[in-house]
């Protein structure tokens, strides 16, 4: 049979006998066919061989001095799984095939062996080696592409997650907008048609209390009624404050200043409570542009709430941090935090917790900071207390 170029030409085959003869023989061989040859004389040497050059195929005799070719065998499959081996033996018993497969031998040829016989085998085994490479590269894409659909599968998620938030905080925002509206002319209404009996009332009790020979026990009950009347008048004014802005023009604010005043207002409240405050404010900060009387009922309702919630002491958090676009602030506290059930109605009007309160003072926070641009959240841990965090625009090239 003529010698011809195989398809595999400039593989590397390592060929490893004791036999001087027979490695001259192959070698010329297999060079004749386009490969490039390396040798070896003994298994540890072939180990080594492999090591460092890693060829696609091995001719390996069965019996070698210093290292055996069955233990090179399995040293050679153990560390270079992509080289393939071919063993030669003298010994043709089933056992030694069974042996020699078992422990990675692609295939075997007993000796002595046609040049036809070997270079059919030569082939076969390159070419299934070739298939197998193939085929591990491409179930490694497979992982690689299964791993990178799962991670575009969480990133998915992710964002509809994320998404359905913000539909979901957009919805809600929209439904507190239109009960706030809704608000607006119950109030208004309320304001024109209860204030005026409210009047009357009033005046009914300042006769009442100059009325002569009036005893302290009755005096006591006119004082309770003029109270009251102020008290209905109160919620009233909290209704139209809760529902739309007083259509004053808008000017520089300066937090810093507002809040430094809010926590001036509430220092005795605060050391009465033993309360420690964390105040970091930012003096260099620029403006917004807000009305001041609404910046300072902002800050008045929402240090008020966190000292609500820390009769007996506790401590009151206030950071601000500006950036190009806006400043954010945070009022936090360390008092029982929020009901997770309370969670998705604090900002509503009439809602509140309190004994004698009206529900009305985040509801005009939130409205002050929409009415701004603005954004307002709170983060809850109930039982370790609450922060809310707003964002607030700034102005145009904003100057301090």
Not at 27 to 45: C, D, I, T, W
Not at 50 to 73: F, I, Q, S
Not at 118 to 142: A, M, Y
Not at 182 to 187: D, K
Request: with cysteine.
């Amino acid at each position: 049979m003529a010698i011809s170029q195989s398809r595999f030409a400039g593989e590397k085959i390592l060929l490893t006998d004791d036999e001087n003869v027979i490695l001259e023989l192959i070698s010329l061989l297999l060079k004749k066919r386009g490969f490039e040859v390396l040798v070896a004389r003994n298994g540890e040497e072939c180990v080594q061989i492999v090591r460092e050059h890693e060829p696609a195929l091995v001719l390996l005799d069965y019996m070698m001095p210093v290292m055996n070719g069955l233990d090179a065998l399995k040293a050679i499959r153990e560390n270079n799984p992509d080289t393939y081996v071919i063993m030669f033996t003298g010994k043709g018993s089933e056992e030694v095939a069974v042996e020699l497969m078992k422990a990675g031998a692609c295939d075997y040829l007993q000796k002595p062996f046609s040049n036809q016989d070997l270079q059919k085998r030569i082939d076969s085994v390159l070419s299934f080696r070739k298939i197998e490479i193939e085929n591990r590269q491409l179930l490694t894409e497979r992982e690689f592409l299964q791993r990178e659909i799962e991670e575009w599968n969480r990133e998915l998620e992710e964002r509809v997650v994320s998404k359905s938030r913000e539909l979901e905080l957009a919805h809600k925002e929209i439904i507190q907008a239109e009960k706030l509206a809704t608000l607006g002319h119950i109030s208004a209404g309320m304001a024109h048609e209860i204030r005026n009996p409210l009047n009357s009332i009033n005046l009914f009790a300042e006769i009442l209390q100059s009325v002569p020979g009036l005893d302290k026990e009755n005096r006591g009950y006119v004082k309770k009624i003029t109270q009251e009347v102020e008290r209905i008048d109160h919620i009233l004014m909290q209704m139209l404050a809760a529902s739309k802005g007083d259509g004053k023009e808008k000017n520089r604010v300066d937090l810093t200043e507002i809040i430094t005043q809010v926590l001036t207002n509430y220092k005795v409240k605060i050391n009465a409570q033993n309360i420690k405050v964390n105040c970091r404010l930012d003096a260099q900060a620029p403006m917004i542009e807000g009305d001041p009387l609404e910046m300072e009922q902002i800050f008045t309702n929402l240090i008020g709430n966190a000292l609500y919630e820390m009769p007996t002491g506790g401590c009151l958090g206030i950071s601000m941090e500006g950036s190009a676009e806006s400043i954010k602030i945070s009022v936090s506290d360390t008092g029982q935090g929020i009901p997770q059930e309370n969670m998705a109605r604090i900002f509503e009007p009439f809602f509140t917790t309190k004994e004698k309160g009206t529900g009305f003072g985040l509801s005009v926070v939130l409205r002050i900071v929409k009415s701004c641009g603005g954004k307002i959240r709170v983060d809850n841990n109930q039982g370790e207390g609450a922060t809310f965090r707003m964002e607030l625009p700034l102005l145009p090239a904003s100057v301090h």
